[in-house]
T-cell receptor
Framework: DAGVIQSPRHEVTEMGQEVTLRCKPI?????LFWYRQTMMRGLELLIY????????DSGMPEDRFSAKMPNASFSTLKIQPSEPRDSAVYFC????????????FGSGTQLSVL | AQSVTQLDSHVSVSEGTPVLLRCNYS??????LFWYVQHPNKGLQLLLK??????LVKGINGFEAEFKKSETSFHLTKPSAHMSDAAEYFC??????????FGRGTSLIVHP
């Protein structure tokens, strides 16, 4: 398996634009997590899916953020409109047994909003 | 509820000397505990995991951690640091919610 695949690796956009981050989890994993990493706040859980259903989205900062998982092999995190304070590294991770098993992380998307 | 406290934001050691990265946790349930490592511009990689088996857990690259329930600690150690160990280390707890909670991270600096 190629591991968790995220795209794009880097995204530079202007304030107000829509940004879509993509994630392909490891085949067979039933849990998917989106995290945001910044120097100020560390790693923050944004949203957690189990069997394609959002279980906990309490970490989603505000209505500008939305996430979907239309099937077991694909998830998106969308920011609309984007703001400079959204600049961060966004990680997707998947797991085979909710959080009881280890997380497999993607390489992350470095987002810069100018 | 669950939480993780990594007691040091930075730890600096010389190559060849021991490493100690401290982690305390709280959990309402029997926890699963993990240590992850993140090298610069990389994703996180699992170092080791504790899930109620042996209290001393051995991981990759010579790291190990000891689960001490009485102290609610899960400190990470390595007998001899190598330059390649320089990275960010995260302690993680998973309790009844099955949602992993990450510590703020400890940056390990290794001097030649």
């Amino acid at each position: 398996d190629a591991g968790v695949i995220q795209s794009p690796r880097h995204e530079v956009t202007e304030m107000g634009q829509e940004v879509t981050l993509r994630c392909k989890p490891i085949s067979g994993h039933n849990s998917l997590f989106w995290y945001r990493q910044t120097m100020m706040r560390g790693l923050e859980l944004l949203i957690y899916f189990n069997n394609n259903v959002p279980i906990d989205d309490s970490g989603m900062p505000e209505d500008r953020f939305s996430a979907k998982m239309p099937n077991a092999s694909f998830s998106t995190l969308k920011i609309q409109p984007s703001e400079p304070r959204d600049s961060a590294v966004y990680f997707c991770a998947s797991s085979g047994d909710m959080g009881a098993e280890k997380l497999f992380f993607g390489s992350g998307t470095q987002l810069s909003v100018l | 509820a669950q939480s993780v406290t990594q007691l040091d934001s930075h730890v600096s050691v010389s190559e060849g000397t021991p490493v100690l990265l401290r982690c305390n946790y709280s959990s309402s349930y029997s926890p699963s505990l993990f240590w992850y490592v993140q090298h610069p511009n990389k994703g996180l990689q699992l170092l080791l995991k504790y899930t109620s088996a042996a209290t001393l857990v051995k991981g990759i690259n010579g790291f190990e951690a000891e689960f001490k329930k009485s102290e609610t600690s899960f400190h990470l150690t390595k007998p001899s640091a190598h330059m390649s160990d320089a990275a960010e280390y995260f302690c993680v707890v998973t309790g009844g919610s099955y949602i992993p909670t990450f510590g703020r991270g400890t940056s390990l600096i290794v001097h030649p």
